[in-house]
């Protein structure tokens, strides 16, 4: 299907293109456009491992000056900005070298997709979890991220069902409001986020509030309402409301899961083990996500039940019951890696065959040769 996308963020339209048209320029006409969006994952996700090495538990923030040495802030806006550059440069580098594939839009998104969630891990490092004084819980760190995600969730259930991408306002606001929050950090230290900013407020509750309003009264709807519009002009991909809400269900089931074990863990698996927590809910998600957009791309349904929500109803059903008890920390780690590892092979593969069958290298703007 041909791949279209609207922005109508002015943020966005008057601000960034400017910006990455200029950008665009020196690109050389020789590296593929899927080198500038995996470079740009990459950078995320080593910055992501440098932070979690100075900040495993959240905690690092929270004691005054705080203890990640200023420069991982400057090279966390730097990684940052490169990612946001790198993301938006992409699909136009793509055009520019005539090389737009199906293979890298889905390539393009399906990052997205996971480093939408690590994007938020990062962040997290720069206000710490609740110490009492200051911070941020863990269960609202839970909450933020669910709430990202769903987002994330419902422009691609939206094209799902519209054929069009309609590229959330959020996400240049985002980039924006981190890159800000980095470089703040870098330069006055962690203690700004300890101090109240606006009666009584602190810049994360402030930050929390926008991203709800934000969420449930701006692009939720506007979700709702693109997707009513497409039905009165009779332009929907899906006419029953089954085929339309399909896709929606497993992350739904998932999230349920992943609420339940939070809340009934014996041993609170959230307080004990926020990083390796957090970081399986945005894989797990990640990879629900993918075989969405994979289905709207070649116009196939979706399966009702991801087959990830079967090993994990049985991981939370025997934590919950107290089966593991004290192994849940070591089942929570196995099943971390697991779920990860099976996310890598997951994009590995798809990209392979993707790669075969469009007879383009995924790295490189040569032809395959034909066998």
Not at 74 to 96: E, M, P, Q
Not at 142 to 162: A, G, P, Q
Request: aromatic share 16%.
């Amino acid at each position: 299907s041909q791949y279209s996308a609207v922005d109508t963020n002015p943020l966005s339209v008057y601000i960034m293109q400017p910006i990455w048209n200029k950008i665009i320029k020196i690109v050389p006409l020789w590296i593929a456009p899927n080198l500038l969006t995996f470079s740009g994952f990459v950078m995320i996700l080593f910055n992501y491992f440098l932070i979690s090495f100075y900040d495993w538990d959240y905690t690092a923030s929270g004691s005054s000056p705080g203890l990640v040495p200023t420069w991982v802030w400057l090279f966390s806006a730097f990684t940052t900005f490169c990612a946001y550059a790198l993301d938006s440069i992409d699909g136009k580098h793509a055009r520019r070298t005539q090389s737009s594939t199906p293979l890298g839009e889905l390539f393009d998104h399906g990052l997205d997709s996971w480093a939408t969630s690590i994007f938020v891990l990062s962040f997290f490092s720069v206000c710490s979890r609740d110490n009492g004084k200051t911070g941020v819980s863990v269960y609202t760190m839970y909450i933020y991220l669910s709430i990202v995600l769903f987002n994330f969730m419902c422009s691609h259930w939206e094209k799902y069902n519209t054929g069009v991408l309609f590229l959330p306002w959020g996400y240049d606001i985002s980039q924006v409001v981190l890159i800000a929050a980095y470089l703040l950090t870098s330069a006055v230290g962690v203690e700004v986020w300890q101090k109240p900013l606006l009666l009584g407020y602190y810049i994360t509750d402030i930050l929390v509030i926008l991203l709800i309003g934000f969420s449930l009264f701006l692009s939720f709807p506007q979700t709702l309402y693109n997707i009513h519009r497409a039905h009165l002009k009779k332009t929907l991909k899906n006419d029953s409301l089954y085929e339309g809400l399909l896709p929606l269900v497993s992350p739904l089931l998932l999230f349920i899961l992943l609420t339940v074990w939070v809340v009934l863990s014996p041993s609170n698996i959230l307080a004990k083990q926020p990083r390796l927590f957090l970081w399986m809910v945005g894989v797990a998600f990640s990879n629900v996500i993918c075989k969405v957009i994979i289905c709207q791309m070649s116009g196939t349904r979706p399966e009702l039940f991801h087959w990830f929500l079967f090993p994990l109803a049985l991981v939370v059903y025997a934590a919950i019951s107290g089966l593991l008890g004290w192994m849940e920390e070591a089942v929570l780690a196995v099943f971390t890696a697991l779920v990860t590892a099976a996310h890598v092979h997951y994009g590995v593969c798809v990209g392979r065959q993707l790669s075969e069958h469009l007879n383009i290298y995924i790295f490189s703007l040569k032809k395959r040769v034909q066998e």
